[in-house]
């Protein structure tokens, strides 16, 4: 149970890494997506994550 545990807060804090990551803004020479799809990018990414450490939770 113990390692359950262990490997859910790993995967949590390697999502929390990856939301944060992608939702940093890089200047680009072309146009790009508005904000508002950076900012659905990094809700979608929590909550793969939420949903993946849920399964491993409980598998």
């Given amino acids: ?4 545990k262990v490997t859910c807060a790993v995967l949590i804090a390697a999502a929390s890494m ?3 990551l992608a939702a940093t803004e890089v200047p680009a020479p072309a146009p790009g ?5 950076s900012a659905a ?13 849920f399964f491993a939770l409980f598998h």
Wanted: proline share 4%; aromatic share 0%; charged share 10%.
């Fill in 1 to 4: 149970m113990d390692m359950k």
């Fill in 18 to 20: 990856s939301a944060a």
């Fill in 33 to 37: 997506p508005s904000s508002g799809a």
């Fill in 41 to 53: 990018a990094a809700v979608g990414s929590l909550v793969g994550a939420s949903v993946l450490s």
